[in-house]
T-cell receptor
Framework: EDQVTQSPEALRLQEGESSSLNCSYT??????LFWYRQDPGKGPEFLFT?????EEKEKERLKATLTKKESFLHITAPKPEDSATYLC????????????WGAGTKLIIKP | NAGVTQTPKFRVLKTGQSMTLLCAQD?????MYWYRQDPGMGLRLIHY???????AKGEVPDGYNVSRLKKQNFLLGLESAAPSQTSVYFC??????????FGSGTRLTVV
C-alpha cells in the first residue's frame, strides 16, 4: 500500500537553529514528491517538486532532498516567519495524477 | 491573477440541510480536486476531475457529489449534511504532473 509518513509531528526551534524535517514514503513507482507549506487558516502553498533520487531544490532558507525511500526538508537559520505546517505528498506512476499526503510537521520558530 | 477561489469561506449547516461549495480557477488547469482536512488526518481526496464534463471518486466520496460543467468551475455538493462532514474543505487545480494550486478553504460546521 502506498504510504507517506512525516516526522516529527511537531518541532520547536529557536530562531537561527537549523534542523530537518523527514518524509518517508512507500510507493510502487515514484512520479514525483511534493513539499507544501500551510499557514493557519490558509490552503497549502506549493514549495518544491522532486522527481528522482539525488535531486535537490532550494528556496531561501529551505532545501529539499530526495532518496529512494525518503525526502528531507532542511531549514537553515530559520526565522519566526518560517513557522507553519509543512506537508509532503507523493504521486505514484499509476496514480491517475492523485497525491498521497502525509499528516504534516508543525514547525514553530521562537524569536 | 486570482488562482483558485472558493466560496463561501465559512458556513454553518443544520443536519439534513444541503449546500454547494463553489471552486473557480483562472489558470486553465485541466485537473481539479476537492479535499477535506481534519485534525490529525491530513488531506483526504473526496472527488476529482481530469477535464470538463468528467468526475471521479477519491478516497472519501460518500455523502458528496460533484459537477464540472465548465473547465474553470468545480462544484461540491452535500445533499443531506451530517455532523461527520464538519471539516475544512479545500479545492485545488493542476496540470497533469505538476504541483497543485490550492484555494483558501471553506470551513463547514454541521450542527
Amino acid at each position: 500500500e502506498d504510504q507517506v509518513t512525516q516526522s516529527p509531528e511537531a518541532l520547536r526551534l529557536q530562531e537561527g537553529e537549523s534542523s530537518s524535517l523527514n518524509c518517508s514514503y512507500t510507493v510502487s513507482g515514484l512520479r514525483g514528491l511534493f513539499w507544501y507549506r500551510q499557514d493557519p487558516g490558509k490552503g497549502p502553498e506549493f514549495l518544491f517538486t522532486l522527481y528522482s533520487a539525488g535531486e535537490e531544490k532550494e528556496k531561501e532558507r529551505l532545501k529539499a532532498t530526495l532518496t529512494k525511500k525518503e525526502s528531507f526538508l532542511h531549514i537553515t537559520a530559520p526565522k519566526p516567519e518560517d513557522s507553519a505546517t509543512y506537508l509532503c505528498a507523493v504521486q505514484a506512476l499509476d496514480s491517475n495524477y492523485q497525491l498521497i499526503w502525509g499528516a504534516g510537521t508543525k514547525l514553530i520558530i521562537k524569536p | 491573477n486570482a488562482g483558485v477561489t472558493q466560496t463561501p469561506k465559512f458556513r454553518v449547516l443544520k443536519t439534513g440541510q444541503s449546500m454547494t461549495l463553489l471552486c473557480a480557477q483562472d489558470m486553465n488547469h485541466e485537473y481539479m480536486y476537492w479535499y477535506r482536512q481534519d485534525p490529525g488526518m491530513g488531506l483526504r481526496l473526496i472527488h476529482y476531475s481530469v477535464g470538463e464534463g468528467t468526475t471521479a471518486k477519491g478516497e472519501v466520496p460518500d455523502g458528496y457529489n460533484v459537477s464540472r460543467l465548465k473547465k474553470q468551475n468545480f462544484l461540491l455538493g452535500l445533499e443531506s449534511a451530517a455532523p461527520s462532514q464538519t471539516s475544512v474543505y479545500f479545492c485545488a487545480s493542476s496540470y497533469s504532473y505538476s504541483g497543485y494550486t490550492f484555494g483558501s478553504g471553506t470551513r463547514l460546521t454541521v450542527v
